[in-house]
């Protein structure tokens, strides 16, 4: 299985400012198989990424995705309040497929 | 817009089965890929089940693997997820999600959920 960990695991920033929240996989991940999610309380997942830096539909430039192997990163530019939300990365080369723990963003 | 629906979830008791049903629609299930993913209250994200497209293929979770199993019906539009032996642990709110693809692994569209609760 690969494990994977994100930090921080929460983050308090302000609106406007810049978020960097990131994604360690025990193994590689193959082909890049590494997506985001944003959940907000009482909703279902939402994608923002695949294939480590391609934004889904309707997704904002203000978010993007980078990285390879085992580290990957999400960046979010110029946060806006409903950017505060639990973000998960989650791999998908491989079953089982697993998600990270989650990080936070807060409003500071 | 993607709709899923899931019901079936509700109260039961540790060793006890439940089956979860996820009715699509507002897109050609057929050609899709479903999973099952599951979230305890207030922490994160597990995957637990994938069928293809045609139902030939499934995977699971080591967690439930040989006591749940997914499953498709592409002339009702619906998966199911049929949880036997079910435990304290497996309590959690339930997604069905549509892949991206005929097998595909990516999770692009999530349904609102349906809560199951284990308890004695």
């Known amino acids: ?108 | 817009q993607v709709q899923l629906v899931e019901s079936g979830g509700g109260v039961v008791q540790p060793g006890t089965s439940l089956r979860l049903s996820c009715a699509a629609s507002t897109f050609t299930f057929r050609n899709y890929a479903v999973h099952w993913a599951r979230q305890t209250p207030g922490k994160g994200l597990e995957w637990v089940a994938l069928v293809s497209y045609d139902g030939g293929t499934e995977h699971y979770a080591d967690s439930v693997r040989g006591r749940f199993s997914i499953s498709r019906d592409n002339s009702k539009n619906t998966v199911y997820l049929q949880m036997n032996s079910l435990r304290l642990e497996d309590t959690a709110m339930y997604y069905c999600a549509r892949g991206s693809g005929p097998g595909s692994f990516l999770i692009l569209e999530w349904g609102q959920g349906t809560l199951v609760t284990v308890s004695s």
């Open chain 1, 1 to 108: 299985e690969n494990e994977l960990t994100q930090s921080p695991g929460t983050l308090s920033l302000s609106p406007g400012e810049r978020a960097t929240l990131s994604c360690r996989a025990s193994q590689s991940v193959g082909r890049n198989y590494l997506a985001w999610y944003q959940q907000k309380p009482g909703q279902a997942p939402r994608v923002l990424i695949y294939g480590a830096s391609s934004r889904a539909t309707g997704i904002p430039d203000r978010f993007s995705g980078s990285g390879s192997g085992t580290d990957f990163t999400l960046t979010i530019t110029r946060l806006e309040p409903e950017d505060f939300a639990v973000y998960y990365c989650q791999q998908y080369a491989y079953a089982p497929i697993t998600f990270g723990q989650g990080t936070r963003l807060e409003i500071k």
